[in-house]
């Protein structure tokens, strides 16, 4: 029914064509290993680098012992994926890496964990249709659901609404593998990812809105010639592909993306399937850097025996209930 609502709106399902698709349930469940095994080291990192008082005098006091829940869910879910693996009989899961994360302070850290668990959600949601599976369909919708709370509570951290979409977006393997890449420095024999990227994209400024007009460049101008092609920018966003045309090294963010993360590629066709893509993705952001909420105190605990008197009175009675 979704799918005839979007096509009736004149959007389109966004195209995946993923390498993971026609893979076995081994392979992709090892792709979701390799992307679990760098948020883990990320938040480990983060909070052997940063301790309660740096959080606090950057201004979260009180932040670091609920970041240290995200970062054993990412530990939990990587004794996941592995033990199943291994059950499933792959001998040797994939292993951690060694990363090298772009930021400096808890300010940046916040602002690249916004990134990192808004990938990892498209990454999940793009895999997940091609899990034969369905126990580990439900597995993968576990986690999925998890990590999109992750990024819901970074987002607000960091003055964004929680949930500035009523769709997530879906990225090809090739997509989530080309934002990652940059992060792995080694790793050891069949860890690292194996899913060819595409030639990466770099934009001044990832907070453009509608409208505006953004310049995305090849991070390496030789790696493909983009003379050979009518060349479009493909945005995917939400469920939607939309496109504007690349002239000139420019294009224009079209009308219908909004807040929330959206995916640019530059294509050749109007289609983002993998097999039309050229460079990308880049990453742009459209929200409003402007959500603030006061949150009342806790009060005290009340004396046990209230409490108790609270909950019983609050409590349908067995007579009731039954």
Same mark, same amino acid.
């Given at each position: 029914?979704? +799918? ?50 740096? $959080? ?42 060694? &990363? ?7 300010? #940046? $850290? ?11 959600? =498209? ?12 126990? &580990? ?7 999925? !659901?998890?990590?999109? +709370?992750?990024?819901?509570?970074? +987002? ?21 593998? #080309? ?14 990812? !194996? ?6 994209? !770099? ?23 983009? =003379? ?8 995917? &966003? ?10 000139? #090294? ?12 959206? &995916? ?52 349908? =009675? ?5």
């Amino acid at each position: 029914m979704k +799918r005839d609502i979007i096509a009736r709106q004149g959007k389109s399902l966004v195209k995946r064509n993923s390498v993971t698709q026609g893979a076995d349930d081994a392979t992709i469940l090892q792709f979701a290993l390799i992307l679990e095994h760098l948020e883990d080291v990320f938040y480990s990192e983060a909070l052997s680098k940063f301790d309660e008082q740096a $959080f606090a005098d950057a201004g979260y006091a009180g932040l670091y012992p609920v970041l240290q829940q995200v970062a054993a869910d990412e530990a939990s879910h990587v004794e996941f994926l592995t033990t199943a693996l291994k059950a499933a009989g792959v001998s040797s899961p994939p292993q951690r890496c060694q &990363y090298s994360f772009p930021y400096e302070d808890v300010s #940046g $850290f916040l602002g690249l964990s916004q990134v990192i668990e808004n990938v990892g959600v =498209s990454a999940y949601l793009g895999a997940a249709g091609d899990i034969a599976d369905p126990g &580990y369909v439900t597995v993968a919708g576990s986690i999925l !659901t998890v990590e999109a +709370r992750h990024n819901a509570f970074i +987002r607000f951290l960091n003055n964004y609404t929680p949930f500035p979409t009523p769709y997530d977006t879906p990225q090809s393997a090739s997509n989530v593998v #080309g934002i990652v890449s940059p992060f792995f420095t080694s790793c050891p024999e069949g860890s690292a990812p !194996t899913i060819p990227a595409f030639p990466a994209l !770099t934009l001044a400024s990832s907070a453009v809105k509608a409208g505006e007009t953004i310049k995305p460049t090849l991070a390496n101008s030789s790696s493909v010639d983009l =003379s050979q092609y009518q060349v479009y920018c493909g945005f995917a &966003y939400q469920l939607g592909a939309y496109f504007s045309e690349y002239n000139n #090294g420019e294009c224009t963010v079209p009308e219908e993306i909004g807040q929330g993360q959206a &995916y640019v590629t530059l294509t050749r066709w109007t289609d983002l399937a993998d097999k039309w893509t050229l460079a990308g993705p880049a990453i742009i952001d459209g929200s409003a850097q402007n959500v603030t909420v006061s949150i009342p105190t806790i009060a005290a605990a009340a004396p046990a025996a209230s409490s108790s008197a609270a909950a019983s009175s609050a409590a349908p =009675s067995a007579s009731a209930s039954a």
